[in-house]
């Protein structure tokens, strides 16, 4: 079975960085796509960030320019750092899985495994 290991978040204050990691198992996560999400209560999950293949890269609107998002193929994990965060921020980020490296986009249904997610606090 494929899983994914979210971890590195935590409480950070406005302006700060943080580095959240996705780790895969079962699985060479540089064979397919595999995107950052987070969400709050009551709301949907909103699509972050996305790595692809080799070095394709995509970001949702709010993050340009202050998430990167990055692989370690030697550790099949994969990273988002936060840059210049803002109380926006916040929320549980999940990473997830699509199989094959076609990209299809940010929408959460294009993702066929999940992690458990780590929350990200950002402070005012």
């Known amino acids: 079975q494929v899983t994914l290991v979210e971890s590195g978040g935590g409480l950070v204050r406005a302006g700060g960085s943080l580095r959240l990691s996705c780790a895969g198992s079962?699985?060479?996560?540089?064979?397919?796509?595999v995107a950052w999400f987070r969400q709050n209560p009551g709301k949907e999950r909103e699509g972050v960030a996305a790595?692809?293949?080799?070095?394709?890269?995509d970001y949702g609107d709010s993050v340009k320019g202050r998430f990167t998002a990055f692989r370690n193929n030697g550790e099949n994990t994969v990273y988002l750092r936060m840059s210049n965060v803002n109380t926006d921020d916040t929320g549980m980020y999940y990473c997830a899985l699509s199989f094959g490296g076609v990209y299809r986009g940010l929408g959460a249904d294009k993702y066929d495994v999940w992690g458990q997610g780590t929350q990200v606090t950002v402070s005012p």
């Open positions: 079962r699985y060479n996560l540089r064979l397919g796509c």
């Open positions: 790595v692809c293949g080799g070095s394709f890269t």
